[in-house]
């Protein structure tokens, strides 16, 4: 059996602001603080991309992985191009 580590509020907060590069993320706990929201901002500061709320309860880095693929593989299908630099790109 392994123990799986589960992230941190900061932990999961800054890993989303850091993985849509090349566009600005910004990420916060919900009223419910089981639950983020995030948006990304293209270079004018205009919102391209909204998750409204992501459960995050008993959140390890390889379920966050998975949740992250996803909001990048839709905002590539939108046609915004992102950086794959930090591993989280499909």
Known sequence: MTNKKYLTNKEIIETIESSFSPY????????????????IYNENDKAIYTCPEMD??????QKLKNEIIGHR???????????KSHGFHK
């Not at 600005?24 to 009223?31: G, M, N, S, T």
């Not at 995050?56 to 880095?61: H, L």
Request: hydrophobic letters at 35%; charged letters at 35%.
């Open 73 to 83: 593989y839709r905002l590539t299908r939108l046609g915004f191009h992102l950086d």
């Open 24 to 39: 600005r993320c910004v990420a916060e706990l919900c009223d419910d603080p089981e639950r983020v929201r995030f948006r």
């Open 56 to 61: 995050i309860y008993s959140m390890d880095m």
